[in-house]
């Protein structure tokens, strides 16, 4: 079982919808993070969080560290959202903080 | 810009060739590190660096090399490559790697080992 789970693995809505992706993990964390990666294939970071809320622009994530939980919101989605958002989580190991990544939610916005 | 810049973009080797993938950052980010993105999977990670003249393995460093030599430089060496490699190799980087700061991560090199 992978360490960090994000559902759905695909996503389909209309521009304008709401759109909600969720993360799970099962080990202690140190932060978690939010990365778009685009076709094409660059990987940006859009958030990390250790506790609480984020907020930018259409974009909110959260976290509860005590249910392993995290979700990313986009309000009034737009096609430039579609892209995949990785979920990874800094791991502590022997000293040293390592992510760990989610295999990616793949979101599709049709106009 | 400031940032991570990797190269090349696009690679193909034949199996049993060595080639050595770029990586430069110029924000002065003391931790760096590669890793590789394969269908079905998430990213993981083949090694990394706390600082220069420091470097670790991570979940996948078989068939790697790493070094660095200065903060800016953290080349990711392929000593013979297999069709296993193929894949897409990311670098990144962070101030300390730790949660006080984000990552910044490279463009990636689409690597086809054949």
């Known amino acids: 079982k992978n360490e960090v789970e994000q559902s759905p693995q695909n996503l389909t809505a209309q521009e304008g919808e709401f759109i909600t992706i969720n993360c799970s993990y099962s080990v202690g964390i140190s932060a978690l993070h939010w990365l778009q990666q685009h076709p094409g294939g660059g990987i940006v970071s859009l958030f990390m969080l250790s506790s609480g809320k984020k907020k930018h622009g259409r974009l909110i994530a959260t976290i509860n560290i005590q249910e392993k939980h995290s979700s990313l919101h986009i309000t009034a989605s737009h096609p430039r959202d579609s892209a995949v958002y990785i979920c990874a989580v800094l791991v502590k190991d022997f000293g040293n903080e390592k992510l760990t990544f989610g295999t990616g939610t793949r979101l599709t916005i049709i106009p | 810009n400031a940032g991570v810049t990797q190269t090349p973009k696009f690679q193909v080797l034949k199996t049993g060739q060595s080639m050595t993938l770029q990586c430069a950052q110029d924000m002065n980010h003391e931790y760096m590190s590669w890793y590789r993105q394969d269908p079905g999977m998430g990213l993981r990670l083949i090694h990394y660096s706390v600082g220069a003249g420091i470097t670790d393995q991570g979940e996948v460093p078989n068939g790697y090399n790493v070094s660095r030599s200065t903060t800016e430089d953290f080349p990711l060496r392929l000593l013979s490559a297999a069709p296993s490699q193929t894949s897409v190799y990311f670098c990144?980087?962070?101030?300390?790697?730790?949660?006080?700061?984000?990552?910044?991560f490279g463009s990636g090199t689409r690597l086809t080992v054949v």
């Open positions: 990144a980087s962070s101030r300390t790697g730790g949660s006080d700061y984000g990552y910044t």
